[in-house]
């Protein structure tokens, strides 16, 4: 049996109050007590004048695109935004596949020295699936399908066909769970259907079929420009005009006339628990809809700040009881994959709101949305010990949460099942 013990000046186990001179015991990679310090020094690994807290669990991003940072400025048009993107990627990898994985294994490593334990990443393709199964964080897997117009029937690299198949494979291969309680790895593998302006009701629905029958968990992008709103409602507008330059419109997508949440409702994303990414326009009604489903929404703030978008309403989605938790998008439109800074960068929009709510959007809310909170999100006993200590600003607060979202101290130990992984 392999067991240790951390200390820290202050422990945040999120389900319950901090910890003053905490203590986590660690056995086999699992908590086995959280609780306040006594007896000598030597009794444990001090870590010092650091907040011990559980994982950070950043639910939303891609990592394949991290070879995009600070090359991707927002010019004013997302759609032209996309297009610049596509073409910047294409021209990066050539096809050899050894840009993606580059980007990967470099974004994985950024989120661990992030404190980011646990972290799901839209990807594609067989790399990418070899990528999250062999790093060491706590990887939910999401492959991308799309398809619309002439595509939504065919078979090509991101159509439900080829996803099924490969998550087969992946699960003959062995490329599930990782068989111990120590590693990280690839936890779950899922689907995701990429957006509505992109990807047809009926591509949607075998998507969620497929999720539904192995139980596998399913995001896509949802309200993320009103751009998307307008396509929705007549099938015009730039996303249309996108679609007649790729050849991919032929009259065969009818406009629902409703709202992306209503048309999520219609399509069966909100029965099914779905990640719905971003949101970033809803109405009251919209958010009836979606409290009265199983979805959760993940808000990525700096994203959001990158395009200019109108203010987010997760302060009402909160209030509704709707699971919303913090993601951090990819590098393209990001300055870090940490979610940390993520927090840190609502704190200073958002004073009205919780710290305590703040944490949990960056833990325990994201570990509940990938089916994982059983496992991960906060410091208790039997759950696996992904840990982040945070070197306080003030050794002398007496609020280590408010400690933790104002300063900008980084990560000084990253535990994975135990391990210390960072500083490596």
């Given at each position: 049996?392999?067991?240790?013990?951390?200390?820290?000046?202050?422990?945040?186990?999120?389900?319950?109050?901090?910890?003053?001179?905490?203590?986590?015991?660690?056995?086999?990679?699992?908590?086995?007590?959280?609780?306040?310090?006594?007896?000598?020094?030597?009794?444990?690994?001090?870590?010092?004048?650091?907040?011990?807290?559980?994982?950070?669990?950043?639910?939303?991003?891609?990592?394949?695109?991290?070879?995009?940072?600070?090359?991707?400025?927002?010019?004013?048009?997302?759609?032209?935004?996309?297009?610049?993107?596509?073409?910047?990627?294409?021209?990066?990898?050539?096809?050899?596949?050894?840009?993606?994985?580059?980007?990967?294994?470099?974004?994985?490593?950024?989120?661990?020295?992030?404190?980011?334990?646990?972290?799901?990443?839209?990807?594609?393709?067989?790399?990418?699936?070899?990528?999250?199964?062999?790093?060491?964080?706590?990887?939910?897997?999401?492959?991308?399908?799309?398809?619309?117009?002439?595509?939504?029937?065919?078979e090509h690299d991101r159509s439900v066909a080829r996803v099924t198949s490969l998550c087969q494979q992946a699960d003959a291969m062995g490329q599930g769970p990782p068989a111990t309680e120590a590693c990280g790895s690839?936890?779950?593998?899922?689907?995701?259907?990429?957006?509505?302006?992109?990807?047809?009701?009926?591509?949607?629905?075998?998507?969620?079929?497929?999720?539904?029958?192995?139980?596998?968990?399913?995001?896509?992008?949802?309200?993320?420009?009103?751009?998307?709103?307008?396509?929705?409602?007549?099938?015009?507008?730039?996303?249309?005009e996108f679609l007649e330059r790729l050849g991919l419109w032929d009259g065969s997508f009818s406009p629902p006339g409703c709202s992306p949440v209503e048309y999520a409702r219609q399509l069966g994303l909100l029965a099914?628990?779905?990640?719905?990414?971003?949101?970033?326009?809803?109405?009251?009604?919209?958010?009836?809809?979606?409290?009265?489903?199983?979805?959760?929404?993940?808000?990525?703030?700096?994203?959001?700040?990158?395009?200019?978008?109108?203010?987010?309403?997760?302060?009402?989605?909160?209030?509704?009881?709707?699971?919303?938790?913090?993601?951090?998008?990819?590098?393209?439109?990001?300055?870090?994959?940490?979610?940390?800074?993520?927090?840190?960068?609502?704190?200073?929009?958002?004073?009205?709101?919780?710290?305590?709510?703040?944490?949990?959007?960056?833990?325990?809310?994201?570990?509940?949305?990938?089916?994982?909170?059983?496992?991960?999100?906060?410091?208790?006993?039997?759950?696996?010990?992904?840990?982040?200590a945070v070197p306080l600003t003030d050794t002398k607060a007496r609020d280590p949460l408010a400690d933790l979202l104002s300063g900008n101290a980084e990560p000084s130990a990253v535990y994975v099942g135990g391990q210390?992984?960072?500083?490596?």
């Amino acid at each position: 049996m392999s067991r240790a013990v951390l200390k820290a000046r202050w422990v945040l186990p999120v389900s319950s109050p901090p910890i003053e001179n905490g203590r986590v015991a660690v056995e086999n990679g699992r908590i086995a007590t959280v609780e306040t310090a006594t007896g000598p020094r030597s009794a444990a690994t001090d870590l010092g004048d650091v907040t011990l807290l559980p994982g950070f669990v950043n639910p939303h991003t891609h990592l394949e695109l991290s070879l995009c940072r600070g090359r991707m400025p927002f010019t004013g048009s997302f759609v032209g935004w996309i297009e610049r993107l596509t073409s910047l990627y294409q021209h990066e990898d050539a096809g050899t596949g050894r840009a993606l994985r580059r980007s990967i294994r470099g974004g994985l490593r950024q989120s661990l020295a992030a404190g980011v334990t646990t972290v799901a990443d839209i990807g594609s393709g067989r790399r990418a699936v070899e990528e999250w199964h062999g790093t060491a964080l706590n990887v939910v897997g999401l492959l991308e399908v799309l398809g619309i117009g002439p595509k939504r029937m065919s078979e090509h690299d991101r159509s439900v066909a080829r996803v099924t198949s490969l998550c087969q494979q992946a699960d003959a291969m062995g490329q599930g769970p990782p068989a111990t309680e120590a590693c990280g790895s690839l936890r779950r593998l899922g689907i995701s259907p990429h957006a509505p302006y992109s990807t047809g009701p009926l591509v949607y629905r075998e998507a969620i079929e497929f999720a539904t029958r192995t139980h596998r968990p399913i995001c896509t992008h949802l309200g993320e420009t009103r751009d998307e709103l307008r396509f929705l409602s007549d099938g015009t507008g730039p996303f249309r005009e996108f679609l007649e330059r790729l050849g991919l419109w032929d009259g065969s997508f009818s406009p629902p006339g409703c709202s992306p949440v209503e048309y999520a409702r219609q399509l069966g994303l909100l029965a099914c628990g779905s990640m719905l990414a971003h949101v970033n326009y809803a109405t009251d009604s919209d958010l009836d809809i979606l409290a009265r489903g199983k979805s959760t929404v993940v808000y990525c703030p700096r994203s959001h700040r990158f395009f200019g978008h109108e203010p987010h309403r997760y302060r009402d989605m909160l209030d509704r009881d709707i699971n919303v938790c913090v993601g951090t998008d990819s590098l393209a439109s990001n300055d870090s994959l940490s979610v940390l800074d993520e927090l840190r960068f609502l704190r200073l929009q958002d004073q009205q709101i919780s710290g305590q709510c703040l944490l949990a959007m960056g833990t325990i809310a994201g570990a509940r949305a990938l089916g994982l909170d059983a496992e991960t999100g906060s410091l208790e006993v039997g759950k696996r010990a992904d840990l982040v200590a945070v070197p306080l600003t003030d050794t002398k607060a007496r609020d280590p949460l408010a400690d933790l979202l104002s300063g900008n101290a980084e990560p000084s130990a990253v535990y994975v099942g135990g391990q210390r992984l960072h500083p490596g």
